[in-house]
T-cell receptor
Framework: GAVVSQHPSWVICKSGTSVKIECRSL??????MFWYRQFPKQSLMLMAT?????????EQGVEKDKFLINHASLTLSTLTVTSAHPEDSSFYIC??????????????FGAGTRLSVL | AQKITQTQPGMFVQEKEAVTLDCTYD???????LFWYKQPSSGEMIFLIY??????QNATEGRYSLNFQKARKSANLVISASQLGDSAMYFC?????????????FGAGTRLFVKA
């Protein structure tokens, strides 16, 4: 299957700092990428849909100024957690959809980023 | 409203035996895709299998098969010949294919434990 690379896989930061997470589609062009948050033992919660060259669409209850998303190219989307606080500690996982007809609209996921805010 | 239901929070299976993970869904969209993902303890979401709502045959991918019953709105995952490495969390997901948004919804997941 297609490969989505997410970096870093694990980050610890101090409260008040910002953290940037990168998501890259390695072998396909992703016009749409998705950012999810996952709490322990729970399902994935969609935070926002990222479209190349336009503003991201945020889900209800997700602060767009807190979670900045940039989709600068067809293979790269970034999520920046600004002024992180301990309650932002979570597992963040990105996903990219291969829009080619033969790809069956399958979403491929990155390996996730475990964020711990001290 | 669209919804995915996985009623089994946890399942045990003996190594080398088959196991069925249940998934039911609700949607008003006539065309949709059903997906199963595996999430091991490392956290990555691994795509396993896909079923389109208009596909005539049930999808199969190696040891994975999808028991798709459209009238019952169920899309159960069958894992044959379970292996210890199959122990993981499994998520059923659905996305409409023709309407705007292309938003995928996920079930709550089923944790599978494979016993040696």
């Amino acid at each position: 299957g297609a490969v989505v690379s997410q970096h870093p896989s694990w980050v610890i930061c101090k409260s008040g700092t910002s953290v940037k997470i990168e998501c890259r589609s390695l072998d396909f062009q992703a016009t749409t990428m998705f950012w999810y948050r996952q709490f322990p033992k729970q399902s994935l919660m969609l935070m926002a849909t990222s479209n190349e060259g336009s503003k991201a669409t945020y889900e209800q209850g997700v602060e767009k100024d807190k979670f900045l998303i940039n989709h600068a190219s067809l293979t790269l989307s970034t999520l920046t957690v600004t002024s992180a606080h301990p309650e932002d500690s979570s597992f963040y996982i990105c996903s990219a959809r291969d829009g080619q007809p033969l790809a069956k609209n399958i979403q491929y996921f990155g390996a996730g980023t475990r964020l711990s805010v001290l | 409203a669209q919804k995915i239901t996985q009623t089994q929070p946890g399942m045990f299976v003996q190594e080398k035996e088959a196991v069925t993970l249940d998934c039911t869904y609700d949607t008003s969209d006539p065309s949709y895709g059903l997906f199963w993902y595996k999430q091991p303890s490392s956290g990555e979401m691994i795509f396993l299998i896909y079923q389109g709502s208009y596909d005539q045959q049930n999808a199969t991918e190696g040891r994975y098969s999808l028991n798709f019953q459209k009238a019952r709105k169920s899309a159960n995952l069958v894992i044959s010949a379970s292996q210890l490495g199959d122990s993981a969390m499994y998520f059923c997901a659905m996305r409409p294919l023709n309407t705007g948004g292309f938003k995928t919804i996920f079930g709550a997941g089923t944790r599978l434990f494979v016993k040696a």
